[in-house]
């Protein structure tokens, strides 16, 4: 089942980019302020082999989609390149972009939503040869239909021909919708969550066609998907995304047996699995994928991460959400008291590296310097504090300084690709240096 | 149409009892059905029983009083169950307020904030809006709401679907301590069978509106006695799987249910009395029940129908 992993590339995706913008309110347009950029596809590289099977994993706001969609065409990209067939996706005019299309198609999640409910089973699977003109006699569409229908499973066509939509099951309907995506014979199919949507013993089936008809037609799958369980079974090799970029990238067997990124590893263990002997541990990362408009200094992950360090990119931020999960967590009495002492706390919703954190009233600075090491005796495994350079106080001011963020770059490390610190050796070095450095000159 | 059909189901007090099936079975009917909160033009017949009383036969005004502190509910969709125009304060101080109208505003706050803290929900965000929440504190939010009138039972609905794994470990985890942390019973409906055997204690199966098995979850799991809660399990697709494996035909129309055992056109192990009677609930040991002939009871099937049924052979999408 498993494609031969030294193909030759099909696609290649270099350094893409794809951002949203965001409509600003109408006075900030109006004084010509930037409202920001959503970075759905941060600078992403990878290549697709020809017959393989790869799998797109990420949770939802990963950008996994988006991606799938910009391999199409169907979304601009902002910048970088998506090789196939010798040309380059991100730079097709609208026209060959249609010809483009041909040769790769797309199957989404919702089969409800894929079908036109208007039109017949046979007229929405047949759909595409007319708009490409690939056939000319209307018998020459219904032939080819059904032989498309039957190549889904849906035989005899000649049942499902005058069906609507509102007719057919789920799956039936995911089976008509891949008939649809094949009656072109592309080579690629961008599949986004084919079998999220299905029932769990009808899920099994659709996988099934896939693959026999991965067989039947020599296709190339990018398998989006949410699910780790149906892609372990299913790809070849396998791509984590985590807020617009790819963490880690290698064969499936690799992956799942020795995941290296702490996101791939959160992921593995936070699966539920129908064994009632398994416990999910409880040690999983806290809080949830940040907003992509304002993405976190340094690695994306590292709000979140269990093992982050000195070079992970923690800022004013990271403090925020650091008080927020201790108040919450507080008897109300302690917390007005804690809470009494913070002045507007407002300095700590930027990206900063240092900040000056004001107390509510004068000759306070000591006090909240002292709840602020009381924080980290309490928890000094919070890898927080390994990323706060300085910490001092004077009268009505803390003042709090983090370390330089370094951005994680994707390096290869036994058979895979990873990008995290942890594997490069450069950062650990410098992290290294950093925790010496503080050593030498103790917190005033 | 009968989406719920004869089922009989006990919750005892802070148990968590796990409700599995594949969509169209019943189970948020049944859920429904438990909180008296059933659509219009919906007929149901026998009893819940809750504490002592009946919510079938409770006026509308008797449903209103046990809803929120004897019994709560929490839906899949945390964004549309929250009111966008009302701060988190507002529906705090809504759902006090009605069934529990002697507090007064300090005691409100401090109910609020204590419920809404053991659910990881900082005291800093007490006055925001629904908007400026992620999708999984929408859901702490959504609980908390239900726990601050500190119900005796607590149905769940699909309450993880929305969201991303790490998330639902999260929430799954606020679950299961629900028992220790406020005594609260919980039925939670889901079609996920590895969300029922990370939290519940005991699990009931349905399919096309009957409870088919019912047990505790290690046993079921280990061992199911329901040639359907077999095949489900099998057909899951989890880190685990090596084989896809899959259910033959579709969940039945349950206007016109198969007769006999519904589950007979689709079952492997189907016999010749399946079709013909409809099975009778039986009792196994360890405190399990299934309705099924091939658990018997013996006296109860005409001889010789104990042959495996001959069935036309279902169509390959045929499905649900």
């Known amino acids: ?444 | 149409m009968r989406a719920v059909d004869g089922v009989s189901l006990d919750i005892g007090a802070g148990e968590v009892l796990g409700l599995v099936g594949e969509s169209g079975c019943g189970k948020s009917t049944l859920g429904r059905g438990i909180l008296g909160l059933l659509p219009e033009g919906a007929v149901s017949d026998g009893e819940v029983r809750y504490a002592g009383r009946d919510i079938v036969t409770a006026s509308a005004k008797e449903l209103r009083g046990l809803r929120g502190p004897e019994l709560g509910l929490i839906f899949q969709e945390p964004m549309t169950r929250l009111n966008p125009l009302m701060r988190i304060e507002d529906h705090f101080a809504e759902a006090l307020k009605r069934h529990e109208p002697d507090l007064n505003k300090r005691e409100v706050q401090r109910r609020s904030l204590e419920t809404l803290g053991r659910m990881g929900i900082p005291p800093t965000r007490f006055r925001q809006y629904p908007y400026e929440f992620s999708g999984g504190m929408r859901q702490r939010i959504m609980i908390a709401l239900a726990l601050v009138l500190r119900p005796k039972l607590l149905v769940a609905d699909e309450p993880t679907t929305a969201l991303d794994v790490i998330v639902e470990a999260q929430i799954l985890g606020i679950l299961a301590d629900l028992k220790r942390e406020f005594g609260t019973a919980l039925l939670l409906i889901t079609h996920n069978l590895g969300i029922i055997a990370e939290a519940c204690d005991r699990v009931a199966v349905m399919y096309a509106g009957r409870i088919v098995e019912e047990g505790p979850a290690r046993q079921l799991f280990a061992d199911p006695a329901h040639p359907y809660t077999r095949e489900l399990l099998r057909s899951t697709i989890s880190l685990e799987t090596t084989e896809l494996h899959s259910i033959a035909g579709a969940p039945p129309n349950l206007i016109e249910p198969p007769s006999g055992c519904r589950f007979h056109p689709r079952c492997p192990d189907a016999m010749e009395v399946c079709p013909r009677k409809f099975p009778i609930p039986v009792r196994l040991e360890g405190g399990r029940r299934t309705e099924c002939w091939l658990h018997g009871p013996e006296q109860e099937i005409p001889p010789g129908t104990t042959r495996p049924l001959e069935r036309e052979r279902l169509a390959v999408a045929d499905e649900g």
Not at chain 1, 300 to 327: I, M, Q, S, T, Y
Not at chain 1, 394 to 423: F, K, N, T
Request: glycine share 6%.
């Open chain 1, 1 to 444: 089942m498993k494609a031969e992993q030294n193909g030759a590339p099909l696609v290649s995706v270099r350094d893409l980019k794809t951002y949203y913008s965001i409509r600003g309110s109408f006075g900030s347009r109006l004084i010509g302020r930037e409202a920001g950029s959503v970075r759905a596809v941060d600078d992403v590289t990878f290549d697709l082999r020809q017959g393989e099977v790869l799998g797109l994993v990420g949770e939802s706001g990963s950008g996994k989609t988006t991606l799938g969609r910009t391999l199409l065409g169907l979304v601009k990209a902002t910048s970088g390149s998506v090789i196939f067939e010798g040309r380059d996706v991100t730079k097709l005019s609208e026209r060959d972009l249609r010809e483009h299309r041909r040769r790769m198609q797309i199957v989404f999640q919702d089969p409800h939503a894929s079908l036109n409910p208007a039109m017949t089973i046979g007229q929405s699977v047949g759909h595409p040869l007319t708009i490409h003109g690939v056939v000319n006699s209307r018998e020459q569409v219904r032939a080819r239909v059904a032989e498309a229908l039957e190549h889904v499973g849906l035989a005899p066509a000649e049942q499902f021909f005058d069906k609507y939509p509102g007719d057919l099951s789920g799956g039936q309907k995911q089976r008509a919708v891949i008939a649809r995506a094949i009656i072109l014979n592309p080579v690629l199919l961008v599949a986004d969550e084919p079998v999220s949507m299905l029932d769990m013993s009808v899920r099994a089936k659709i996988l099934d066609l896939m693959l026999a008809l991965k067989r039947d037609f020599e296709l190339t799958y990018l398998y989006i998907t949410h699910d780790l369980a149906t892609a372990k079974f299913f790809c070849d090799r396998i791509a984590i995304m985590y807020l617009g970029r790819i963490v880690e990238i290698g064969p499936s067997e690799a992956i799942y047996e020795n995941p290296k990124h702490p996101y791939t590893q959160a992921l593995l263990r936070a699966i539920p699995e129908p064994d009632p002997l398994r416990v999910i541990p409880r040690d999983l990362p806290r809080g949830e994928v940040p907003d992509a408009s304002r993405p976190p200094l340094g690695c994306n992950f590292h709000p979140r991460c269990p093992k982050a360090f000195e070079v992970c990119g923690w800022e004013a931020r990271d403090l925020a959400e650091l008080l927020e999960r201790r108040w919450a967590f507080m008897g109300a009495e302690q917390y007005e008291r804690e809470r009494a002492v913070f002045g507007d706390l407002d300095a700590l919703a930027k990206d900063a590296l240092t900040v000056s954190l004001k107390t509510r009233d004068r000759r306070q600075g000591e006090e909240l310097l002292a709840i602020l090491e009381l924080m980290r005796d309490e928890d000094p495994d919070e890898p927080f504090w390994k990323g706060v350079r300085r910490l001092h106080a004077d009268e009505q001011h803390v003042e709090i300084e983090w370390w330089e963020p370094i951005d994680p770059r994707l390096l290869p490390a036994d058979g895979v690709s990873v990008e995290c610190h942890l594997y490069d050796e450069e950062a650990l070095v410098e992290a290294e240096r950093r925790r010496s450095a503080e050593a030498a000159v103790p917190a005033s």
